[in-house]
């Protein structure tokens, strides 16, 4: 009997290899086990960067799981990538009594790289009914007066402030694209929160007290400048009724015949004004966009906003643990295992909210741009 030469050889186990690939890409946990298992022992210092891209994709399958995650620091180590190292560890800990979570660093140490920023946070969310929307505020077609807020200078905080929220105001706003974004602070008592203003540019109010920088105060504000984005702002800054009605306007004014029932008088004003001001690309757009009447609901819009806020509060705070704790507390999400217990994380991650927070947590490009230490 003649046994197979080493060129088939080589070639079975190429093709098994892609076979435990496209398992692995397809969910299957164990695929990357044996993947792993079939990497030369010899060689593992060579493909380091494959057992890291393995791990980090059972990472996204087995959210949350410790050990899973303990297996992707020792990959991301193995690989001589420190600041992904430190992502991750930071995940493993979030909540960690024994032993708490590395500090992430400091926003002012950021190399500022907006258009990569925006892309890895946003470009999967603004898209749809929220790219729809964002044609009617870059009209600014819904603005209005700072009197309508109850709004004056006094209130504004400058670019220049020394306070903490100046601080963290300045730095955010060289992160990523905010365009311009105002922030105002006329209550400097009580809980943060924000608030989304329709004035030119679209601006935030931050309520509440805010005399340290702290991961709260950094989550609230990333969060609050992400929703003056044109794509989230009308989202944030109008009741889900006046949003259907805005939605309601574009489907009358691009979309199919047909695609909308009776219309108010201000729903067919604003498709008016929205015809006048709009180019003949951004009209094609439109209408691309409208072309699925049922793709344009509130609904969409409202979840994409949230997770844009809520992504941008991660990054701001650098702090999973309070991220996490914002988004139960947003959504009343029910907590059945104490954080910090074994298998707490695993399960938040059962939650939509929470595991788009944790595979935003640990990825190699979110690491790369914000555990990347540069002191300045």
């Known amino acids: 009997m003649v046994s197979d030469s080493p060129g088939k050889i080589a070639e079975q186990e190429l093709a098994d290899a892609d076979d435990l690939y496209r398992e692995l890409r397809e969910g299957s946990y164990e695929a990357g086990e044996r993947l792993i298992a079939s990497f030369d022992a010899d060689a593992l210092d060579d493909q380091s ?50 032993e708490p979570p590395q500090e992430p660093p400091p926003l002012s140490d950021l190399t500022p790289q907006p258009e990569l920023t925006t892309r890895l946070l946003f470009s999967s969310l603004g898209v749809g009914p929220n790219e729809a929307l964002a044609a009617i505020t870059s009209a600014k077609l819904l603005r209005r007066e700072m009197a309508d807020y109850g709004l004056s200078g006094a209130d504004r905080v400058s670019l220049s402030a020394s306070s903490p929220i100046g601080r963290v105001y300045a730095v ?59 794509p989230f702002a009308l989202v944030e800054a109008l009741s889900e009724t006046e949003v259907e009605r805005a939605l309601t306007a574009l489907l009358a004014g691009f979309g199919p015949v047909g695609a909308v029932g009776k219309t108010s008088p201000q729903e067919m004003r604003l498709a008016e ?104």
């Open 49 to 98: 960067s494959e057992v890291l891209a393995v791990r980090q994709r059972q990472a996204t399958i087995r959210r949350g799981a410790s050990d899973v995650l303990a297996r992707l620091e020792e990959a991301a180590l193995a690989d001589s990538n420190a600041p992904y190292a430190r992502a991750v560890h930071h995940v493993l800990h979030a909540f960690d009594e024994d």
């Open 172 to 230: 955010l706003s060289g992160l990523w694209e905010v365009q311009g974004t105002r922030l105002f602070h006329p209550n400097r008592n009580g809980t943060l929160r924000y608030r989304t203003v329709l004035l030119t540019p679209i601006s935030t109010i931050i309520e509440g007290k805010a005399d340290e920088e702290t991961p709260l105060l950094r989550y609230v504000l990333g969060s609050a400048m992400a929703a003056t984005m044109p």
């Open 273 to 376: 004004d929205l015809w006048h001001v709009v180019g003949a690309s951004a009209e094609r757009r439109l209408r691309e966009l409208c072309a699925d009447p049922a793709s344009m609901s509130y609904q969409t819009a409202q979840r994409r906003t949230r997770l844009a806020c809520r992504r941008a509060g991660l990054f701001a705070s650098g702090d999973l643990a309070t991220a996490i704790r914002e988004t139960i507390r947003e959504l009343d999400i029910e907590v059945r295992t104490p954080l910090g217990a074994a298998g707490a994380l695993e399960e938040l991650c059962d939650h939509p909210a929470i595991a788009d927070l944790v595979d935003l947590a640990i990825l190699p490009e979110y690491a790369e741009i914000r555990w990347h230490h540069q002191p300045q």
